[in-house]
């Protein structure tokens, strides 16, 4: 037996109910001064013969009144009889959760449109007076009707059937799956829910990524929840599924006029090799390559590679695109990338006074390496140099990066002046070197996670005779773009770059190792993103007096390559489909911004395009437009443009590479992914299994009527006893006494 409300509070009362009764009881009985009238002897005898009788009619009516209150407590509790079916009422409140995410559109006949039939099934073993709820499992807020569009209502099934034809003919959404953080939720709507037996129906794939998934807290909090809970999977034919999981740029030049490679991958999540057919490259829109993907054997990936070509500077899209299958929301990919129409980079070291043919200066190196591909210096790179005591004459917003290369110790101005300029969108990198110095660093820059620095700069360390007085560079690994071209190098030439000295690095919290030693993997290039921009810290020398790097191909590209990651910055382009997202955008603020989706060459699409207004913000020279999620509720590439329709910049918009996964996980293992929760069962048959486990009655209904009951009875034993003791007597002293009985029967 259990209870729908609070015990102690309802418990309380009753007590104090069915003390009132006695209580007055007891002071009708209080003693009062007796005084010896000889007149009266008579009178009390014949008292005393009925006295046996009174006090035998009072106790029942005494009984049946706190009899009354103790029911009307009890029902107040609606206390619930389990395991049982044959007395009260059998009320029912379900919650029906459907899975919507991604994965469900899985299927000529999709897995969704199969779970809105079984949510059919279930909610048609449901009678009037039952209570329905209809929730489904996305990341959309709870406020949005979509989510929950029936809660805690009584059953009527032309509205539910209503509400799920409407998402029959919506189909899934393109939403990450959700169950870890929507059993708090769950829990809450069945605890709300005043019934007898209380369900809860988990209609999904289960899918292997999100089940196998599940937090112990979850599973603890699945096992509280005073329901039953059935979980109900559902599939498709097959588990046939070909997905691009990544477009990213990889390397080349994002200036003006030049070629960048961007890898596609495509995994096959089938247990069946597939011939996968064909994958499509398209540029700003325009199908520009296409290539045949072969066969990808089941569980395996194929790196696809593109080169982009361009001739002018803006946000350039590239759209990958394999061939149709059972679920075709995940077989595009897009990016988009920031062209430049050339970087213009500040170098400061401590002492410029030799020039730049002297191989001794500290930037001589650095700057070689920066101009290395600059043919037309308006198109590329354009370097300044200065010493680093001029910084403060510098205008920092004029450049795109600014270089550090053994600055012993900025100046708190200085540091304030690098943190806006990163803030802004501006890239930083610093070299370390003999001049460091550690604890000013720390003191000027911070050493907590608010510090713009990826890391705590620590003391110099040299190799020693057991590492033949050099230190080797180890392969990345990293899915940084500069980890990336490091690593299309072969191991034995990464290595042969070699390092004799270098400080301590601490990475703090939010940064990312890029290189790191092969001795002890102590980190030798350390990135953070700082607002709009990003920081590379280096933790050796820009020139020839800590390290050989510097001669070496190694050096040149990785040079390039971090000024191109830390201006054009590939990832600020690229969103999650309904997760809000804020670009900067080159150029003057436009007095009125709109966003709109870009067509795909051969894509079939409506008449009118649409377009949303949005929010920018000036920012120095460029502007700030903010996408809210509900804006980009679609993956592919969105514009934004002005009133005039010119386009001033884009982003890209992908789904969540998780859902591509549509394994669903076997009932044995499934049952291990949810713990031995007594409350859960799996139901792989019919949902009308579920009506044998239906047991539990609610006992308000009888507990009110026994309550009536024993009031109107007390009432009428009240009566006929109070008439019973005044019939017959003309005593008039006899009278007097019983009247104050029958006065307390009346009470």
């Keep these: ?438 604890e000013k660093y720390g003191q000027t820059f911070g050493t907590t996670s608010e510090s713009i620095l990826p890391a705590i700069i620590g003391n110099k360390k040299t190799a020693t005779e057991e590492n033949e007085n050099l230190y080797s560079l180890d392969v990345p690994t990293s899915d940084h773009p500069l980890a990336t071209v490091i690593r299309s190098m072969s191991e034995e030439m990464i290595n042969d770059a070699k390092i004799k000295s270098l400080v301590d690095l601490q990475p703090t919290q939010g940064s990312q190792v890029i290189l790191s030693l092969v001795e002890d993997k102590s980190p030798v290039l350390v990135s953070k993103e700082v607002g709009n921009g990003s920081v590379i810290l280096c933790s050796t020398s820009a020139d020839r007096s800590w390290s050989d790097m510097v001669l070496h191909p190694i050096y040149a590209i990785m040079i390039q390559q971090a000024v191109t990651t830390t201006t054009s910055r590939p990832e600020s382009r690229v969103a999650m489909v309904h997760s809000s997202k804020t670009i900067n955008i080159e150029g003057a603020m436009p007095s009125n911004a709109k966003l709109q989706k870009m067509i795909i060459s051969g894509e079939e699409t409506e008449d009118k395009i649409e377009t949303t207004e949005i929010k920018t913000s000036q920012d120095n020279n460029s502007f700030k437009a903010e996408i809210d999620a509900q804006d980009i509720n679609e993956t592919g590439v969105y514009q934004i443009t002005n009133n005039e329709g010119k386009i001033l910049g884009a982003i890209a918009v992908n789904s969540n590479p998780s859902e591509s996964n549509i394994k669903v996980a076997a009932a044995d293992a499934l049952n291990e992914s949810i713990g031995a929760a007594d409350n859960i069962k799996i139901i792989d048959g019919s949902p009308d299994a579920v009506l044998n486990d239906r047991k539990g009655s609610d006992l308000t209904s009888l507990l009110l009527f026994l309550c009536i009951v024993c009031f109107v009875l007390q009432s009428i034993l009240a009566k006929i006893f109070t008439n019973k003791i005044s019939k017959g007597e003309t005593d008039v002293a006899a009278s007097l006494q019983l009247s104050n009985v029958a006065a307390a029967r009346r009470t």
């Design 1 to 438: 037996m259990s209870s729908l409300n609070p015990f102690t509070i309802w418990a309380t009362l009753a007590a104090i109910g069915v003390a009132v009764p006695i209580i007055i009881h007891l002071l009708y009985r209080k003693n009062r001064k007796e005084t010896d009238w000889a007149a009266m002897e008579l009178l009390r005898r014949a008292l005393v013969v009925r006295s046996g009788q009174i006090k035998l009619e009072d106790f029942i009516i005494l009984l049946l009144r706190c009899l009354t209150l103790l029911l009307l407590a009890a029902a107040l509790l609606r206390p619930i009889l389990k395991d049982s079916d044959l007395i009260g009422d059998q009320k029912v409140g379900m919650v029906v959760a459907i899975d919507d995410s991604l994965s469900m559109n899985h299927g000529a006949t999709t897995r969704f449109e199969n779970a809105i039939e079984k949510a059919r099934q279930v909610i048609g073993t449901s009678r009037p007076g039952d209570k329905i709820s209809i929730v489904f499992l996305n990341e959309r807020s709870i406020d949005d009707p979509n989510k929950i569009p029936l809660r805690a209502a009584d059953y009527d099934p032309t509205k539910i059937n209503t509400i799920l034809d409407e998402a029959k003919k919506s189909g899934a959404s393109n939403h990450q799956s959700n169950l870890e953080n929507s059993i708090p939720l769950l829990k809450e709507m069945s605890e709300e829910m005043k019934a007898g037996t209380k369900e809860i129906h988990i209609i999904t794939d289960a899918q292997q990524s999100d089940w196998n998934g599940l937090s112990s807290e979850a599973k603890g909090m699945l096992a509280e929840i005073p329901a039953s809970i059935y979980i109900l999977p559902v599939n498709s034919e097959n588990d046939d599924n070909r997905s691009i999981t990544s477009l990213k740029y990889v390397s080349g030049s994002l200036n003006n006029s030049g070629v960048a490679r961007f890898e596609a991958t495509v995994k096959n999540f089938g247990t069946n090799d597939a011939n996968s057919g064909n994958i499509e490259f398209y540029q700003d829109g325009n199908l520009v390559s296409r290539q045949t993907l072969g066969v990808i054997d089941s569980g395996s990936s194929k790196v696809i590679p593109f080169l982009a070509n361009y001739n002018k500077p803006g946000d350039l899209s590239i759209t990958a695109k394999i061939s149709k299958d059972n679920l075709s929301e995940d077989n595009f990919r897009n990016i988009v990338v920031n062209v430049r129409p050339g970087i213009r980079v500040l170098c400061a070291t401590d002492s410029v006074n030799e020039g730049l043919s002297n191989s001794t200066n500290g930037l001589f190196f650095l700057e070689n390496a920066l101009r290395l591909r600059s043919n037309d210096e308006e198109a590329g790179i354009q370097v300044t140099s200065v010493d680093s005591s001029d910084l403060t004459l510098e205008k920092l917003n004029d450049y795109d990066i600014i270089v550090l290369a053994n600055v012993s110790s900025p100046s708190i101005e200085i540091a304030n002046r690098l943190k806006t300029f990163t803030e802004n969108g501006g890239g930083l990198i610093l070299f370390a070197g003999e001049n460091i110095n550690a």
